[in-house]
């Protein structure tokens, strides 16, 4: 699409929800409104609303208060990539393209440019999108922090709090009743989560999809643990981590989500193998989406912020087909090609692995 001077800016959430969304929408809106007096239209529930038509336009009542809110006030789904879409056919659910319904819109619509909000998934689908000529800019999000191209996504740091506070709570009654505690954490593919929660949390074994575990070895630590000291062990879970000789445990397969894996069940596994095996007491939480509910912290709010307005800046600008990126200290941006290019996974041998080790974390490997 030939680049010209914007005047009505489309927005939307895509993928699972994070906090600090609202903080985007924020950033994006009063710039855009304020400096620039741009019309911004909001497209409800992600990709699928998108697909369906489903938009309003944002007022300046909308987004007064919301920096400090959870959700999003555009809503989302996971399940609506226009290029792999479910429809209901003859034979049940059908996937089909309807990448031109999104086109169709955001012609109809007016929209001279798109702010996607989202993660992996929405990343992917934005960029498709601008190959065919939809003018996009990309604004990372997920708790997982799994986007190569930045430093850190909004959304991580809260998760990470919530994971480290419920680690500090279970050490407590661990302790109190000699107990071996599973926790189970989100992140999918990447083990951020699991990794700087329990090393914030002083977890005595962390396990991680990056780093395959030996049954063995958390056997002889949580043995180990349980005659010295207050005899009680905190184990961390990624929900992606597996044995060495095991399928990674998956709760569901959903042809409709943009990822169709749901991961889920491996706290479960670990805990029940652990108190068949040892004898130890053993419970099991699973954090869940506590991870991604309710306030974002002072640091997701600010990047988040630091997001939204660098987005408008780069839609203002003509510098469509990019995603925002913090590098350093820095808000940059970055190819949505290039950004996609590679998931951000903990490296095996990376500085904070050789850290948890030196203050005698187990990753089960040894
Ligand atoms: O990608 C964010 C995330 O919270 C993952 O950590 C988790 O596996 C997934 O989304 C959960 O998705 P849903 O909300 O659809 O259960």
Redesign the pocket.
């Known amino acids: 699409m030939v680049n010209k001077k914007i005047k009505r800016l489309g927005i939307l959430t895509g ?2 929800d ?1 906090p600090g969304l609202n903080a985007v929408i924020r950033g994006v809106a009063k710039p855009a409104m304020n400096d620039y007096g741009l019309t911004i239209v909001g497209i409800e529930d992600g990709f699928e609303g998108f697909v369906e038509g489903k938009m309003r336009e944002i007022s300046r009542d909308d987004i007064a208060g919301i920096i400090g809110e959870g959700g999003t006030i555009l809503g989302t789904s ?1 399940k609506g990539d226009p290029f792999h879409y479910p429809t209901e056919g003859m034979n049940g659910i059908e996937i089909v393209d309807a990448s031109a319904r999104v086109l169709k819109h955001y012609k109809g619509w007016g929209l001279d440019a798109l702010i996607t909000i989202g ?1 992996d998934g929405t990343m992917h689908i934005s960029n498709k999108l601008s190959d065919l000529g939809m003018n996009i800019v990309g604004v990372p999000k ?3 922090n799994d986007l190569d191209a930045t430093d850190q996504t909004f959304g991580f740091d809260t998760a990470l709090s919530i994971a480290t506070e419920a680690i500090d709570r279970l050490h407590t009654t661990a302790s109190a009743h000699h107990r071996v505690m599973v926790i189970e954490v ?3 593919y990447a083990g951020w989560i699991a990794l700087e929660a329990g090393l914030a949390g002083g977890a005595d074994i962390i396990l991680l999809p990056e780093i395959p575990f030996k049954w063995e070895s958390v056997m002889r630590r949580v043995i180990e643990r349980s005659t010295r000291g207050n005899r009680y062990s905190i184990v961390c879970i990624a ?1 992606g981590a597996k044995a060495a000789d095991e399928e990674v445990v998956i709760k569901e397969t959903d042809v409709k ?1 943009t990822d169709p894996i ?2 889920g069940g491996i706290g479960e596994h670990v805990g029940r193998r652990i108190s068949q095996e040892t004898g130890l007491e053993t419970r099991t939480t699973i954090l869940g ?1 506590l ?2 509910g309710g306030s974002p912290t002072a640091f997701d709010r600010v990047l988040a912020t630091r997001y939204g307005t660098k987005a408008v800046e780069l839609a203002v600008k003509g510098e469509f087909g990019r995603m925002v990126s913090l590098r350093g200290l820095h808000v940059n941006s970055v190819a949505i090609k290039d950004a996609i290019s590679k998931q951000r996974l903990v490296p095996e041998d990376g500085e904070i692995i050789r850290t948890a080790r030196a203050v005698g974390t187990s990753f089960g490997d040894d």
């Open positions: 993928g699972g994070c996971n993660g997920t708790i997982d989100m992140g999918r929900e989500r749901r991961f989406h991870q991604r």
